[in-house]
């Protein structure tokens, strides 16, 4: 019974492709994140939803557009892909974000993207 | 830009010594913190979280933190193989509630 699931865990394309991450969780949480982790292990927030509604929408290039149809699913696309967007992508959930932020964040096992 | 620093890794401890991972913050109104540690290859996995200052114990790890000289401290004693890992300290803060990460340090615990 995984709790935060990714789809594809490997994902390997060439640039200028266009390619979709999804993620579900299974876990009731309100809020879903997406993270990017590079090479040098660096993890940095994305995105973030809650109830469906973007809450968080860091300095991403707006090649890359998340969707929510529903708070238990969190989706990523990509388009024209870079060969500086390969990394492990992490999605994530908490619930009550509201709440000083004191609830812990699940991750997801991460989709490791290759842009040949 | 707020910002959470990590010592420059890695470290390399014997099995049976305390490892004493640090972390410095620079929003002075962040609200809670934590420490996730990574195994290569695998997802973030939460493993302390502080919210007070003061020393927080669970087994064999103290999360310490003193928000007035925003710092936040990890010691795991009677270190294991098993602890060896990436460690990444986090920081909530702001009114979307954004958790920022450090760039972690890699520990290694030698038999």
């Known amino acids: 019974d995984t709790a935060v699931s990714q789809t594809p865990k490997y994902l390997v394309t060439q640039m200028g492709n266009d390619k979709s991450i999804k993620c579900e969780q299974n876990l009731g949480h309100d809020t879903m994140y997406w993270y990017k982790q590079d090479s040098k292990k660096f993890l940095k927030i994305m995105f973030s939803?809650?109830?469906?509604?973007?809450?968080i929408n860091e300095t991403v290039p707006n090649r890359f557009s998340p969707k929510s149809p529903d708070k238990a699913h969190l989706n990523l696309h990509i388009n024209s892909l870079e060969l500086g967007d390969s990394a492990v992508y992490f999605c994530?959930?908490?619930?009550?974000?509201?709440?000083?932020?004191?609830?812990?964040?699940?991750f997801g096992p991460g989709t490791r993207l290759l842009v040949l | 830009q707020k910002e959470v620093e990590q010592n420059s890794g890695p470290l390399s401890v014997p099995e049976g010594a305390i490892a004493s991972l640090n972390c410095t913050y620079s929003d002075r109104g962040s609200q809670s913190f934590f420490w996730y540690r990574q195994y290569s290859g695998k997802s973030p996995e939460l493993i302390m979280s502080i919210y007070s200052n003061g020393d927080k114990e669970d087994g064999r790890f103290t999360a310490q933190l003193n928000k007035a000289s925003q710092y936040v401290s990890l010691l795991i004693r009677d270190s294991q193989p098993s602890d060896s890992a990436t460690y990444l300290c986090a920081v909530r803060s702001g009114a979307n509630s954004k958790l920022t990460f450090g760039k972690g340090i890699t520990l290694s615990v030698r038999p």
């Open positions: 939803y809650n109830n469906k509604e973007l809450i």
């Open positions: 994530a959930s908490s619930q009550d974000w509201l709440a000083g932020g004191r609830k812990t964040q699940y």
